[in-house]
Antibody, heavy 116, light 111 residues
Framework: QVQLQESGPGLVKPSETLSLTCTVSGGSISSYYWSWIRQPAGKGLEWIGRIYTSGSTNYNPSLKSRVTMSVDTSKNQFSLKLSSLTAADTAVYYC??????????WGQGTLVTVSS | QSALTQPASVSGSPGQSITISCTGTSSDVGGYNYVSWYQQHPGKAPKLMIYDVSNRPSGVSNRFSGSKSGNTASLTISGLQAEDEADYYCCSYSSSSTLVVFGGGTKLTVL
């Protein structure tokens, strides 16, 4: 069964750029979409965007101007960059395997706090 | 405000059945059979319970079932057990520029 693990800083300053990586193990990253989803404390899930292993991307329009996703198939990894951070970006960030708009494998999540 | 509307909370006693609704529009829930449901226990990642409206992944109890009528999808849990107490989220493909929309979540309490 495929496993996902997020990695990246837990604390980022306002106006800076967040960089997160998701490492996929137990299976190939190829031929799937891979998504990032976040959840502020006590709130619901928000889809950030997804990337296919070809590099094709779809982003949430509300975040599109600040989001960049990339994939490294040689490392079985995909990544998220979110720029111009504010306190509103504080959340648990999940990576997930996207099987046609349903998510059957999730990372454990990583808490990102935006604070000076 | 979430794109899909779910009740904030539902409750039921052990052994009973409950249903959680998820209301969208013809651009998402009503227009496509791409509705999925997730269970989330506190501090844990969401777990896929239903996909494509009514399909259960391997390993998910058959006490969980999904359906759709018009712009509203539903998750039914029969034979409630204490371990079912969790937050539940619906999700749908959307033909709008957003592509993927989630419900606000429903807290299930097993009395």
């Amino acid at each position: 069964q495929v496993q996902l693990q997020e990695s990246g800083p837990g604390l980022v300053k306002p106006s800076e750029t967040l960089s997160l990586t998701c490492t996929v193990s137990g299976g190939s990253i190829s031929s799937y979409y891979w998504s990032w989803i976040r959840q502020p404390a006590g709130k619901g899930l928000e889809w950030i965007g997804r990337i296919y292993t070809s590099g094709s991307t779809n982003y949430n329009p509300s975040l599109k101007s600040r989001v960049t996703m990339s994939v490294d198939t040689s490392k079985n990894q995909f990544s998220l960059k979110l720029s111009s951070l504010t306190a509103a970006d504080t959340a648990v960030y999940y990576c997930a395997r996207d099987s046609s708009v349903w998510y059957d494998s999730w990372g454990q999540g990583t808490l990102v706090t935006v604070s000076s | 405000q979430s794109a899909l509307t779910q009740p904030a909370s539902v409750s039921g006693s052990p052994g009973q059945s409950i249903t959680i609704s998820c209301t969208g529009t013809s651009s998402d829930v009503g227009g496509y059979n791409y509705v999925s449901w997730y269970q989330q226990h506190p501090g844990k990642a969401p777990k896929l319970m239903i996909y494509d409206v009514s399909n259960r992944p391997s390993g998910v109890s058959n006490r969980f079932s999904g359906s759709k009528s018009g712009n509203t999808a539903s998750l039914t849990i029969s034979g409630l057990q204490a371990e079912d107490e969790a937050d539940y989220y619906c999700c749908s493909y959307s033909s709008s520029s957003t592509l993927v929309v989630f419900g606000g979540g429903t807290k299930l309490t097993v009395l």
